[in-house]
């Protein structure tokens, strides 16, 4: 039976190039999953966009002395770059600065001020005597209540993830001139987190399917009680308050961003000349996946689904697969300092098969992994070259040029020939599995398994030697050997799809790979392949000292 998948990926800030903390956080596994549930052939819908408002992207701005719609184009038009190239798919990648998202916005708000659950309030917020202004959010710097992280932000602690408000803050300073700022009194509107404790309780409690870590974070936080916040800032970039006497105004991005989920839904809709087919993914039995790092777990099973239930009549979040970091040759990634690798950096040079494989089979999925050049290297040399591209290249070479370049006749039926091609469907079985609960790294790791396995079943088998004596053996194992290749091909394309793709056109297959789905498709004997190219390139190991030299310095 067709399911209806709807997967949202956490919204990247439009203030500055993607890392590669975003990709393995969120988009990567995200990828993966759409990728796997298309050859599944289900329905699904992908979307995300670029963040565009709020202080991190004014900020930059200032920095860079231009306007905030300018930065955020900038940034927009890089990130859709990054995902071409980095094989990234999206149903829509859009972004907050849309008619279309603030007209959804909007009805939100109205909705939830109509229902009670916004409401109208006094509250003290810093002022820098100084630059005589307020200082919303990241205007305001100082040190964590929780954890004593001294530079947590006006709207959260990056340390610990916890959101705060800028009262919070011990030591505070205004992030542009460092003046300890004044409180004064502004008129907001809050959110009633209060009224939605007790249904989230309920809730939480039934989705004995998400991760440990993320039941274990939005337990913890349900458990010290939640309190309203604010949802309007002292901005004027933003998406605007519906009512008069708010215009100086904005509605804030950590209410209105989560809500992109929903209004790119709606654009997507639009486009495709069908208005109301995103309710098939929001209503009846749609499930609803949302991918992101541990930072942003609270705005996905807290604020987001308590905003759904005021609303009511949407689908609550499914699961929430959340990611914890990615930390960089050991060490947390910090854009401040440039420890970071960047996806238009890394592009420009290398494949983006050999980096979604290593995010892939190094995913933080329940704890925190460590990217760094040497082991990047090291895989990309051992795991892709010397396993599974060898396993490819050895094999399709020596057909190619020992079988007039056609696939051998299947004449073993011996028990090694046997015993790997059942190893095969069973990994497939396995892996398919593995997808299914979001289990990439486990799912690759059996795949890759396959590939090793291969590998020994080629080394007893000898083709190369037995072809001297006994032709028809040896094509009897270079046929078995080509048809779990043509397997790993299939199972890895949610992985590895420029790779996979190019492996299917070699094995003598038109059209695309995606398309031909998850199954068993084996090429037949007397099938035309294509001379290969080796599907993976060697890396230098010198590389590995360059790049990581290049680590916090400034470009
Ligand atoms: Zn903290
Ligand atoms: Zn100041």
């Known amino acids: 039976m067709t399911e209806k998948i709807f997967i949202g990926v956490a919204w990247p800030y439009a203030n500055g190039y993607l890392h590669l903390g975003h990709i393995a956080g969120a988009n990567l596994p995200a990828d993966i999953f759409a990728k796997y549930h298309h050859m599944k052939k289900n329905e699904v819908l992908v979307v995300s966009g670029s963040d565009q408002h709020g202080t991190p992207v004014t900020l930059r701005a200032e920095e860079e002395g231009k306007t905030p719609a300018e930065v955020a184009s900038h ?328 079988f007039d370049g056609k696939v051998p006749p299947a004449v073993e039926n011996d028990a090694p020939s046997q015993a790997i091609l059942k190893r095969s469907e069973e990994t497939m079985k396995n892996a398919d599995e593995l997808l299914r609960e979001c289990l990439f790294k486990e799912a690759i790791k059996a795949i890759m398994a396959l590939a090793q396995e291969a590998n020994r079943y080629l080394d007893e088998k000898s083709p190369w030697k037995v072809i001297k004596q006994d032709r028809a053996a040896a094509a009897g194992s270079l046929f078995t050997a080509i048809a779990v290749i043509s397997d790993l091909k299939t199972m890895l394309y949610p992985f590895l799809p420029f790779t996979s793709q190019k492996l299917h056109e070699y094995l003598g297959f038109t059209g695309s790979l995606s398309d031909n789905g998850w199954k068993i498709n084996r090429p037949v004997s007397g099938q035309q392949l294509i001379s290969p190219q080796p599907l993976f390139v060697k890396l230098d190991e010198k590389v590995a000292e360059e790049e990581a030299s290049r680590l916090g310095k400034v470009p």
């Open 75 to 402: 940034y927009h038009e890089s990130h859709l770059d990054a995902w071409k190239k980095l094989g990234i798919s999206f149903d829509l990648y859009t972004s907050t600065h849309t008619p279309n998202h603030t007209a959804v916005v909007h009805d939100i708000f109205l909705t939830l001020l109509n229902k009670g659950y916004i409401y109208k309030s006094s509250m003290s917020q810093p002022y820098c005597p100084k630059d005589q202004r307020f200082l919303p959010d990241r205007y305001v710097e100082g040190t964590c209540p929780y954890c004593g992280f001294t530079g947590a932000r006006g709207d959260q602690c990056d340390q610990c993830g916890k959101p705060l408000n800028a009262a919070e803050l011990k030591e505070a300073r205004c992030r542009i001139c460092k003046t300890p700022p004044e409180f004064r009194d502004s008129e907001h509107f809050f959110l009633k987190l209060t009224a939605f404790q007790e249904r989230l309780e309920e809730w939480v409690a039934e989705q004995t399917h998400w991760r440990q870590n993320v039941l274990n974070f939005t337990k913890g936080y349900l458990a010290e009680g939640l309190r309203d916040r604010a949802i309007t800032r002292d901005i004027d970039w933003g998406v605007t308050v519906p009512l008069p006497g708010y215009e100086s105004k904005r509605i804030y991005v950590w209410f209105e961003a989560v809500i992109g989920y929903l209004s790119a839904s709606k654009e997507w809709a639009q486009k495709t000349s069908n208005p109301p087919k995103w309710q098939d993914f929001w209503q009846n039995e749609a499930k609803s996946y949302y991918f992101l790092g541990k930072d942003n777990i609270v705005f996905h099973t807290i604020i987001w689904p308590a905003m759904l239930m005021g609303y009511e009549g949407l689908r609550l979040p499914y699961d929430v697969p959340a990611n914890e970091f990615l930390t960089i040759e050991n060490k947390k990634g910090s854009k401040s300092r440039n420890w970071a690798v960047w996806v238009p950096d890394y592009t420009s040079k290398y494949d983006p098969d050999p980096l979604r494989y290593f995010l892939s089979i190094n995913m933080p999925e329940t704890s925190d992994t460590d990217f760094s050049w040497h082991e990047f290297i090291r895989r990309n040399n051992d795991e892709l070259v010397a396993t599974y591209g060898n396993l490819v290249n050895r094999v399709l070479t020596f057909v190619y040029r020992n």
